[in-house]
């Protein structure tokens, strides 16, 4: 049994879901954001063994018949409606997660990309960085701080080319708009609201040239590197997530062996099974990591590129490989 | 503090007391013009940077140095948001309209609107629903033939007058376009146009079926003049129609669904039936069924429903889609 842990309206699930479903194994789509008021989780110790029952609702699991569980985009728990009290809510949730993180601990399946506090780690842009970094990848000279001290010696060396980033995503409004902060170009009026910067920690890095950027998605040891030049597009040159479909290219990009094999090195030393890699391709030919998203998004690499992601998803976890206790290796 | 020194300290007070807000500019440049008349040997002057995608704006004090030159001053002051927050955009900053997961921006939707030619829906109506056929082609990987996207290139180029390779390329290069980004583009227009044939033709038996009597050719006339025509016959409102100071006179053969509202309303009227006078913008409609042939199920027929099945389809979709106008 293969189980997909996902919200329902999640678009990628229904492109692998189909793939699955033509390999003949069974698949049970469950979002953890129907535990615990839809759902029943129940681990019962007994005559030194246990077992692990998850009632969807619609079906009963036991969860040692897992052979692989896809984390994809699950929503945490979610108490019913009807319990109204702030801190009983929390209680709930808090309750719920302990469980369930014990639940999919004690589920003997490999893991797509891997569990959640694997995800954790692995997502911090810190860490994987120095990852990066020890498998030998080129990143750019990058400074995470809150110290307005370090941001006009950070731009003289940048050139006068320099750009900010946040150290994770986030959700914030502005006047009451929902903004966002995207890849930000620094310019000499950023510098001098320096103090700001005692508010939060960012990321400072030289702009890289690039010839294009590139997602690099690995499952398992399989490679897909798609290209995305942004050149012709201003609305997204700076960052692809500004979206500008008429003047953004995308294409399948051919990776030199070392760097596809680097990918693969390095998304299992996060202990991960999936990654989405972004790189710079400069116009001398350098490939320059960015970062690694252990749960990011591969269904444009697939539409505009025409690169198979789904299909190695749907082989990964149909595959019937031994469970390797120490993790996602 | 010499007396430069003094107003250079009250024009720093100035500017922190500034609303940064691009709603608040005129207050700000009223506030800042009175320091400046108080402070004409200075020959001050207030520099607004307004920042694209963002309602906050950020300004700046040009000062003349008593020994000649200038200074500047800017005075960001210590509101307690964060330094990525006070440069964020809005989340949808270049972009114009959202439809469920098609996000639109403005050089796309400049580039649409060069290319929307219905004039039975608004350009907005329009826009959407291309979204919508967006969102419908974004998994169609299959190859399109050459013949089909040389068809597409080519309308397109002729609906812009783009005659010749060095018009297109000049054409290209207003809109920011290179020729593989216009390669592109041609191929998504041809997806798309793939995808309403496709649609169409699935769509078109069926109803056809259900509305068999909307496709009926019919043959009409119809009178609309600020003066009321009553008459029993066709013959009889003809006959009107040399007395009448102003009218406008139709006799056509149409698809049934493609009659006046008021013709259409009486559908069911048999030939020879006099409708009206009813009000009709101002004027008042007289017209009569001459002749009526049923549908029957050629291709052009078929063509027909299938295009109005694709419109009614694309209304539903219209109807339950999530519509976000970011600048509205």
Redesign the interface.
Known sequence: MILILSDRRDDAVEMVLPKLRSRGVPVTWWDPGDYPWRARLTAAFANGRHIVTLDTGDSRLDLSTVTAVWRRRPNPPTPAEHVTDPTHRAHVVWQAEFLLDGAWELTPARWLPCRREVERHAHNKIIHMARAVEHGFTVPETLYTNDPAELAPAYERAGGRMIAKQINSDEFTLDGADHRTYTTVVTRRHLTSRHRLRHEPVILQPYVAKAVELRVIVVGDRVFAAEIDTSASSTARDDWRHYDDDRVRHGPHELPREVADRCVRLTAALGLTYGAIDLILTPGGEYVFLEINPNGAWGFVELRAGLPVSDAIADWLAAAEPYHPEGAS | MSGFGTAVESGVRLLRSLPR?RADVEEARGTAAAWAAAHPQLEPQLVV?VRPG???V?YDLLLTHPDGGTVAL?A?D?D????????????A???LVSVD?V?L????AL?MLRSLSRRDVTPYEEIVDQCLIIAEV??D?APLDDAELQTVADEFRRGRGLIGRAATLAWLADV???P??FE??IV?IARRRRFRQRKESELASAYLAAHRADFDRVRALWVVSPEKCTAATPQELLALVPGLREAEVTIDVRRARDLPAELVDEAGTSAGTVVGPLPHGGAFFTGAVLEREPAGDDPETLTAAGRAAFDEWLAERRRRATIQWHWS
């Open positions: 807000r940077d963002t309602p906050v950020d800017s960001p210590e307690g948001v964060p330094w990525l927050i006070d440069h964020s955009t809005h989340w900053a270049g972009q997961d996000h921006s403005v050089a796309q580039t974004q998994g990987d920011g376009m290179s593989s980004m592109s583009y998504g």
